[in-house]
Structures are given as C-alpha cells and as structure tokens.
C-alpha cells in the first residue's frame, strides 16, 4: 500500500471535499482517501500502486477545476 498527500488550493466546503473523495474512490486501486476538516486543504490517498498513479487523481481534480500539489508520497 503506498500514500499520496495532496494540497488543494481552493477552499472546499465539506460537500465538495465529500464529492471528490467519492471521485476518487472510484479509481480502480484506490483503498481510501482520508479528509480533515481541520485542514479542508489536505488530502491522503491510499492506493496500490500496481492500480493506480498518483498522476490519474490529480488529473481527474484539474478536470474538475481544482489545483492540486503532491505535497509527500
């Protein structure tokens, strides 16, 4: 199991950062995405990497118009 932390610059409110969890949920090899609502900015995604990149969930946030940072792997 590998983890990604990444930033979002904009500010989401809980809806939206429950909309992109389930987003990125969806992609095949992705076992959780872990939200604080203290730090609305920050996301950690578990993920196995024989499945999934890091480059496909942040692709799939700039298609929705936000702008993500890979902050740690």
């Known amino acids: 199991m590998h983890c990604v932390h ?14 992109v969890r389930a987003e990125l949920m969806a ?6 995405v872990e939200l604080s609502l203290r730090e609305p900015h920050d996301l ?3 993920y196995d990497p024989r499945r999934a990149h890091p ?8 298609r ?6 890979v902050t740690a792997c």
């Not at 929705?64 to 940072?69: K, N, S």
Request: proline share 5%.
């Open 44 to 46: 950690l995604v578990e």
């Open 55 to 62: 480059m496909e969930f942040m692709d799939r946030l700039e």
């Open 27 to 32: 992609v095949r090899g992705v076992d959780d």
């Open 64 to 69: 929705r118009g936000i702008h993500p940072d």
């Open 6 to 19: 990444i930033h979002i610059h904009e500010t989401l409110n809980p809806e939206a950062l429950a909309t």
